[in-house]
């Protein structure tokens, strides 16, 4: 019989019931079924309410950055991610900051873009003024919805109405603008726009489709900056190499990913941690980055007239310290903990500051020693590890191997087997 995904009812089961389906399908065995089963701190029925048809729960480690002075205050950075370097990175970095008084940071109201889609308006620009000539109206709709956002001096607050010119012609397209305050924002956006979509379109005299936020929260975004003296990343001319390789990420788009995806390692770290959508804010920054027409840096690097390294990051950033997996994951709430974070925008701000300084790293090793020797070290390690090498020979095989400038697994088995043999014999 051939196998099939095709299992009615899947969701009603429970974890070890869809975990037996799944091993059989797949052919696990009983070591990677008791892998699956071992939940953790995100214990079994935690992980069952968070999302569905759950087996186990994934775990990432969770690295703590430390030397982070931003706004006059020092913060401990709960960093999840996969990626050796980045952690050790940012520390390091944050040092080199802290000589020239830190990273500041700021962000602007927590506010957010639902967006309604009104199609087949004959007279879109009327229509736009009419909607607006109903502003009051429309807020009080949206608000009806989220008294207690409300009563905590959120909610929807304004009203943006554009034509936007389509392949189907000009489209109606409202933007409720709502203070989510300390959430991320989405449910409540949402419900808005949905509630207030009907009305839009009898007032415009047309239908509506999509009723949905915008991840380009461009009024919300984070902004940080930091100024440097030049000996404390390495003298002027790493300083001046800075420089240049952010001049090259503004100018080219291959290079801005890259020099964005470095910002992002920093900012997605903590984004995890704190149980944010991290793909919400990914899809923000990489859409701001673009907003001139042409993908660039989402940060600034420059020399000023005193000679110090000056560096600026502005980008969207939507993180709420309530709802969602902020709250449920008891994990993100400890990493909330360890911050001490009191609102999303402080949130923001702290997260505004790692990925500049993260930023700072990446492009110091490159215009310095290139990227692959500190990576190279917990990479060797790793290989060493893969290689079979335990306790004391992990270090001992990877240091070879990183001075050796071959940090390959067939040369860590032949490194392993001589250590192990000179050892055998004394
Ligand atoms: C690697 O994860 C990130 C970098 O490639 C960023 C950059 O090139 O700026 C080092």
């Known amino acids: 019989?051939?196998?099939?995904?095709?299992?009615?009812?899947?969701?009603?089961?429970?974890?070890?019931?869809?975990?037996?389906i799944v091993a059989e399908f797949a052919g696990l065995t009983e070591e990677e079924v008791d892998l699956l089963r071992r939940f953790g701190a995100l214990d079994?029925?935690?992980?069952?309410?968070?999302?569905?048809?759950?087996?186990?729960?994934?775990?990432l480690p969770i690295g703590v950055a430390v030397n982070f002075l931003i706004n006059g205050r020092d913060y401990m950075i709960p960093m999840v991610i996969e990626e050796p370097s980045v952690v050790a990175a940012a520390s390091n970095a944050a040092r080199m900051t802290r000589?020239?008084?830190?990273?500041?940071?700021?962000?602007?109201?927590?506010?957010?873009?639902?967006q309604i889609q009104i199609l087949g308006v004959k007279d879109p620009h009327g229509a736009r003024f009419e909607i607006l000539k109903n502003k009051d109206e429309i807020l009080e709709i949206a608000n009806e919805k989220d008294p207690v956002l409300v009563k905590l001096g959120g909610g929807a607050k304004d009203l943006e109405v554009r034509v936007v010119e389509?392949?189907?012609?000009?489209?109606?397209?409202?933007?409720?603008?709502?203070?989510?305050?300390?959430?991320?924002?989405?449910?409540?956006?949402?419900?808005?726009?949905?509630?207030?979509?009907?009305?839009?379109?009898?007032?415009?005299?047309?239908?509506?489709?999509?009723?949905?936020?915008?991840?380009?929260?461009?009024?919300?975004?984070?902004r940080a900056w930091t100024r440097i003296p030049p000996e404390a990343v390495g003298g002027k001319e790493v300083a001046e190499g800075i420089v240049e390789a952010w001049a090259f990420a503004d100018a080219d788009p291959y290079r801005a990913a890259t020099h964005n995806k470095g910002i992002m390692n920093g900012v997605d770290a903590v984004v995890i941690a704190t149980g944010n959508d991290w793909r919400a804010v990914e899809a923000g920054a990489h859409a701001y980055a673009a907003r001139s027409g042409r993908y660039k840096s989402l940060s600034t690097w420059e020399i000023d007239e005193k000679g110090y390294l000056v560096g600026t990051?502005?980008?969207?950033?939507?993180?709420?310290?309530?709802?969602?997996?902020?709250?449920?994951?008891?994990?993100?709430?400890?990493?909330?903990?360890?911050?001490?974070?009191?609102?999303?925008?402080?949130?923001?701000?702290?997260?505004?500051?790692?990925?500049?300084?993260?930023n700072l790293a990446a492009l110091r090793a490159l215009a310095?020693?290139?990227?692959?020797?500190?990576?190279?070290?917990?990479?060797?390690?790793?290989?060493?590890?893969?290689?079979?090498?335990?306790?004391?020979?992990?270090?001992?095989?990877?240091?070879?191997?990183?001075?050796?400038?071959?940090?390959?697994?067939?040369?860590?088995?032949?490194?392993l087997e001589r250590i192990r043999k000179e050892k055998a014999k004394r």
């Open 1 to 20: 019989m051939p196998k099939t995904s095709r299992i009615p009812g899947f969701y009603k089961l429970t974890p070890e019931e869809r975990l037996r």
């Open 44 to 59: 079994e029925s935690t992980a069952n309410r968070m999302i569905e048809n759950v087996i186990g729960a994934f775990q």
């Open 99 to 114: 000589e020239g008084g830190g990273v500041y940071a700021q962000s602007t109201e927590s506010l957010m873009i639902g």
């Open 166 to 222: 389509s392949k189907l012609g000009p489209m109606l397209i409202v933007h409720l603008i709502v203070d989510v305050k300390d959430a991320m924002g989405a449910n409540a956006v949402n419900t808005m726009a949905e509630a207030v979509a009907p009305r839009l379109a009898s007032i415009a005299g047309g239908r509506f489709r999509l009723r949905i936020i915008s991840n380009l929260a461009d009024k919300r975004l984070v």
């Open 313 to 358: 990051l502005e980008m969207p950033l939507a993180v709420g310290i309530v709802g969602g997996a902020t709250r449920t994951n008891p994990l993100a709430r400890i990493c909330l903990k360890i911050l001490g974070v009191k609102s999303a925008k402080e949130l923001a701000e702290v997260i505004g500051a790692v990925g500049l300084v993260q």
């Open 368 to 415: 310095a020693e290139g990227i692959q020797a500190g990576h190279m070290s917990l990479h060797a390690k790793n290989i060493a590890i893969m290689a079979g090498a335990v306790g004391d020979e992990i270090d001992q095989v990877a240091e070879i191997m990183v001075r050796e400038k071959c940090v390959r697994v067939d040369k860590a088995k032949e490194i």
